[in-house]
């Protein structure tokens, strides 16, 4: 078993859907990162988050600690949102080690 | 417009041959990372440095990959002897923090590398 696993694995979503991304762990963890990785390669970090929830512009990140989950939501999607979007722990150990899930490859239709 | 520069961005040799990637981080960022991604194992935390000092480097084949910091505005990562299981693309990313991995990264572009 993985130690951080995702879902689902591919989506394929009509422009103007809202978007869930579900990221679970199963090793404690200091903080996570939600990364997108667009279809030319280039890796942007969208959220770091230990707890609660973060908003930017229409995404939106939620952390449950206790239940070791964590939920990437993309609201109004549109077709550039297009990408795979990598959940990475920060395992708790001395120097936080990270540790990335497979990704959910996201496709937004026009 | 700041942002990590990495080269070269695409990189082809056989497979013996030693290979140098290079990165410069951020002006300001205490922290560097390098990870390697391919199809198979997805992206992977070679190793990171803060303020130059490498404080990880546990996910690096010792016996050939080398990372070192020689001043703040570059690190570098070494393969030497190159095999054809080392082909994957190389991201270096930069981050400003206390604590090392807890804040937002910054990404390069990637070397795509390939030995052939």
């Known amino acids: 078993k993985n130690e951080v696993e995702q879902s689902p694995q591919n989506l394929t979503a009509q422009e103007g859907e809202f978007i869930t991304i579900n990221c679970s762990y199963s090793?404690?963890?200091?903080?996570l990162h939600w990364l997108q990785q667009h279809p030319g390669g280039g890796i942007v970090s969208l959220f770091m988050l230990s707890s609660g929830k973060k908003k930017h512009g229409r995404l939106i990140a939620t952390i449950n600690i206790q239940e070791k989950h964590s939920s990437l939501h993309i609201t109004a999607s549109h077709p550039r949102d297009s990408a795979v979007y990598i959940c990475a722990v920060l395992w708790e150990t001395s120097y936080d080690k990270v540790i990335f899930g497979p990704g959910t490859s996201l496709s937004v239709i026009p | 417009d700041a942002r990590v520069t990495q080269t070269p961005r695409h990189k082809v040799t056989e497979m013996g041959q030693e290979v140098t990637m290079r990165c410069q981080p951020i002006l300001g960022h205490n922290t560097v990372f390098w990870y390697r991604q391919t199809m198979m194992q997805g992206l992977e935390l070679l190793a990171y440095f803060r303020n130059r000092a490498p404080l990880d480097d546990s996910g690096m084949p010792k016996d050939r990959f080398s990372a070192e910091m020689p001043d703040a505005t570059l690190a570098t990562l070494k393969i030497q002897p190159s095999e054809p299981r080392d082909s994957a693309v190389y991201f270096c990313a930069s981050g400003s923090t206390h604590r090392g991995l807890g804040e937002t990264q910054y990404f390069g572009p990637g070397t795509r590398l390939l030995v052939l």
């Open positions: 090793v404690g963890i200091s903080a």
